[in-house]
């Protein structure tokens, strides 16, 4: 009887043994599954703080390229402003160099004629009929 008594604590020893070691795998798995949650997480975290970096370079990146194009844009502006006005400038000049020539030569048929002007009384001077 002492021996069934034994073997029955032995049995129940074993039973034990093996719920204890089914509960030590689960808690095993379980803890696996809350390693990779954690990690799949901490993942997630990292991926997200990745992303806003990214939109954030992005957005800085797209602020220097308007800056970048505004003053580009004032630049040619500017350029162009400074072309018309030494293209008038230039006009300016040309209009003057234009009257001064246009006076010059008017002077000068103005004195050919005076000259052929003053030939022509000569001529009647001279040729008198008496």
């Not at 954690?38 to 992005?58: I, P, V």
Request: hydrophobic share 35%.
């Amino acid at each position: 009887m002492l021996r069934k008594y034994f073997e029955s604590k032995e049995d129940l020893a074993d039973t034990v043994l093996k719920m204890d070691q089914s509960l030590t795998e689960k808690e095993k798995r379980t803890e696996v599954e809350h390693i990779k949650a954690e990690a799949a997480e901490a993942a997630n975290r990292a991926l997200a703080e990745m992303q806003t970096k990214h939109e954030l370079l992005m957005a800085q990146k797209e602020q220097s390229y308007q800056e970048h194009m505004k003053q580009l844009t004032e630049k040619m502006e500017q350029e162009q402003k400074e072309l018309m006005a030494e293209q008038q400038r230039i006009i300016s000049l040309k209009l003057q160099e234009q009257e001064r020539l246009f006076k010059e030569e008017f002077q000068n048929e103005s004195r050919i004629l005076h000259q052929e002007i003053q030939k022509i009384r000569e001529k009647r001077s001279r040729c008198t009929i008496f």
